[in-house]
C-alpha cells in the first residue's frame, strides 16, 4: 500500500518539477497515440460506414477480416511490422523502424479495424425505413451521410473511444517497433516496462498515474462529446 | 446547438493536429538538421548495459564526440548476435564469448574487442534454505540440483542464460531434469524480481544485482569471485561488406570510443557514487 501512495506522490512531484525527460515521454505518447487514432478515425470511419451500409459482393468477407481485426493481437502486429521495416525487409530502405512513426503504423493497424467494425456496425444498425425515408423526402447523397452521422453519433464516438483506448494501452508493438530508444521512441508504457524491469516499481507507478490521467482527460472529452447531445 | 459541437470538434480535432505536427519531432528535427545531418546508428546490446544504466552515460558521451544518433536497441545477447548476422545493426555490445566468436567465424561481425568485465553472482534467499552461500559455483550448482529449492532461469538465450546453461553444462547436470526449474523468458531485472518472489536462486549479472538490490528485499549474494563466473563484454562491428546498409563509419567509430581512455575511465568510475563500488571492470592491458 505504501507503494502506491508513494507513487501518486512522485507522480505530483513528476508534474509539478515538470521533470523534462518526463514532459517529453508524455508529450511524444500523445503525439503518436493522437495521431495514431486520427488516421484510423479519418480512415476507419468512411470505410465502416461503406461496409455498414453498402452491399456488395466480398462485403461478409471483408467485415469478418475486420473483425478478426479487432481482435489483433499487438505483439503480432509489431512483428510483421518489424520484419516489413528490417533493411532487410522490403521497406527497408525507407528506415523506418526505431522511429516513433513505426509506433504509429502499429498502433495504426491495431486501432483501425475496431474504429472500422464498430462504425460498420452502427451504420448497419440504422433503421433501413429511415434510410427510405431521408430519400423519399428528396435528400442527395451527401445529406443523407450527413443526416445518418448524426443519427450514429453515439456508436461513433463509441467507436473513436475504443479505438483511442486501444492505442493509449498497446506496449507490445511500440516495444518490437519502436526498441524504446531515449529521446526518441520512449513513450509511457515502454517507460512503465522497462522501469519495472529496473525494478523502480515507485518510478513505474508514478508514470502509471500520468498514463492514466491522460487517458481519463481524453477519455472525459471524448465522452462529453458523445452524450452532449443528449441534453440538446 | 448543433453547430456549437460542430465547432468544439472541429477545435478538437484541430487541437489534436497542432500537437502532433507542432510539438514534437519536426521542430526538433529540422533544428537538428540545420546544425549538422546526423546519421543513425543502431546498437545492439544486452538489458545488462541499459538496465544498469551504463548506457545513459556513455551514448550521450558518444553522441557529443562523434555525428550520429545512437539508436540504444536493449535486448538479450542471443537477439542482439542475431540483429548482427540479419544485418538490422551497425555495432554490438555483448556479453557472450563463446556466441560471439561463431559470428566473427561466420563473418558476420568484424573489428571485435574486450571491454570491460565483471561477474556473474548466484544469489538467493537469505535464509539459504539450499545451503550454498560461500561455496564455489561448482559446488554451488551441485547443491542447487539436488536440493529441491526453485532455481529462476532467464530462459530467453542471453548472455547470462548461456552462462548458465554452461555452468550446468560444466558439471555434467542437466537443468531440465531439476525439480523447480522455472524459465522466466524475460530480463535480468524481472528474473531477479521473480526469484525473490518465489524464493529461489537465479544466476545474475553483478551490475543489475546491484542496481536492484533494494527491491529486493531479503535476498542476497551467495556464491561469488570464481574465475568460470567472469563476465566479459565484447564490442564487434557488423562487417558492412556482407550486409547492405550497415552504418559502416558509425561502427568503426564506437568500437573505437569504446576503447578510449576517456570512456575507459568513465566505465570504470560507473556505479562508485551510486553503489559505493564500481559496476564494471577494465582488462589491464
Known amino acids: ?63 469478418t477480416f475486420v473483425n478478426i481485426g479487432m481482435g489483433l493481437p499487438p505483439v ?16 527497408g530502405d525507407l528506415s523506418l523502424l ?5 509506433i504509429i503504423i502499429a498502433q495504426t493497424l491495431v486501432s483501425f479495424p475496431i474504429v472500422t467494425g464498430l462504425t460498420a456496425a452502427a451504420f448497419q444498425q440504422l433503421d433501413e425505413k429511415m434510410i427510405l425515408q431521408i430519400k423519399a423526402l428528396g435528400a442527395t447523397r451527401w445529406q443523407l451521410l450527413w443526416i445518418l452521422m448524426k443519427e450514429a453519433r453515439l456508436a461513433l464516438l463509441a467507436a473513436v473511444i475504443a479505438g483511442f483506448g486501444r492505442v493509449i494501452a498497446e506496449v507490445g508493438a511500440a516495444m518490437m517497433v519502436g526498441g524504446n530508444i531515449s529521446g526518441e521512441t520512449r513513450i509511457l508504457t515502454t517507460t512503465i516496462v522497462m522501469e519495472v524491469s529496473k525494478g523502480n516499481f515507485e518510478v513505474a507507478l508514478a ?17 462529453y462529446l458523445q452524450q452532449r447531445k443528449r441534453h440538446a | 446547438m448543433k453547430k456549437k459541437l460542430l465547432s468544439m470538434m472541429l477545435i478538437f480535432m484541430l487541437a489534436i493536429i497542432t500537437a502532433c505536427s507542432g510539438a514534437g519531432t519536426d521542430s526538433k528535427e529540422k533544428a537538428e538538421k540545420k546544425v549538422e545531418k546526423r546519421t543513425d546508428l543502431i546498437l545492439a546490446t544486452t538489458t545488462s548495459t541499459q538496465d544498469s544504466g551504463l548506457l545513459d552515460v556513455l551514448v550521450p558521451q558518444f553522441e557529443k564526440k562523434y555525428p550520429y544518433k545512437v539508436k540504444t536497441i536493449a535486448v538479450g545477447t542471443g537477439q542482439a548476435l542475431e540483429m548482427g548476422t540479419r544485418g538490422e545493426a551497425d555495432v554490438l555490445l555483448v556479453h557472450a564469448p563463446e556466441a560471439e566468436q561463431k559470428i566473427v567465424d561466420s563473418g558476420d561481425a568484424i573489428n571485435r574487442h574486450k571491454v570491460m568485465y565483471n561477474d556473474f553472482i548466484i544469489v538467493g534467499p537469505s535464509a539459504d534454505p539450499a545451503g550454498i552461500k560461500g561455496v564455489p559455483a561448482k559446488e554451488a550448482f551441485t547443491k542447487l540440483m539436488e536440493s529441491n529449492q526453485p532455481f529462476v532461469s532467464r530462459g530467453d538465450d542471453s548472455g547470462t542464460h548461456k552462462k548458465e546453461l554452461e555452468l550446468w553444462k560444466n558439471n ?8 523447480n526449474y522455472i524459465s522466466t523468458g524475460q530480463g535480468m531485472g524481472s528474473t531477479l524480481q521473480v526469484a525473490a518472489e518465489k524464493k529461489g536462486y537465479t544466476l545474475t549479472d553483478r ?21 568460470s563466473l567472469l563476465n ?10 556482407k550486409h547492405e546498409k550497415i552504418n559502416k ?27 559505493g563500488q564500481a559496476l564494471f571492470f577494465l582488462f589491464d592491458k
Open chain 1, 1 to 63: 500500500m505504501d507503494l502506491l501512495l508513494h507513487g501518486l506522490k512522485k507522480a505530483i512531484e513528476m508534474i509539478l518539477e515538470g521533470d523534462p525527460e518526463i514532459a517529453e515521454i508524455t508529450l511524444r505518447t500523445l503525439e503518436v497515440s493522437m495521431t495514431a487514432i486520427l488516421i484510423s478515425t479519418i480512415g476507419g470511419v468512411p470505410a465502416g460506414i461503406l461496409l455498414g451500409l453498402s452491399r456488395f459482393p466480398g462485403r461478409k468477407l471483408l467485415l
Open chain 2, 249 to 275: 563509419e558509425g561502427a568503426k567509430d564506437f568500437v573505437h570510443f569504446m576503447k578510449d581512455n576517456e570512456t575507459k575511465k568513465t566505465i570504470s568510475e560507473f556505479g562508485k557514487d551510486k553503489y
Open chain 1, 98 to 102: 526505431y522511429t516513433p512513426v513505426a
Open chain 1, 207 to 223: 508514470l502509471s498515474f500520468i498514463l492514466m490521467a491522460i487517458a481519463f482527460l481524453i477519455t472525459f472529452c471524448l465522452t
Open chain 2, 207 to 227: 551490475a543489475t544485482y546491484l542496481a536492484q538490490k533494494k527491491s529486493l528485499g531479503e535476498f542476497d549474494i551467495m556464491s561469488e569471485g570464481d574465475d
Open chain 1, 76 to 91: 503480432v502486429a509489431g512483428l510483421w511490422i518489424t520484419i516489413f521495416l528490417w533493411r532487410s525487409g522490403p521497406l
Open chain 2, 232 to 241: 566479459i563484454y565484447h564490442v564487434m562491428q557488423v562487417n558492412p561488406e
Open chain 2, 172 to 179: 555434467k547436470l542437466d537443468p531440465a531434469k531439476k525439480e
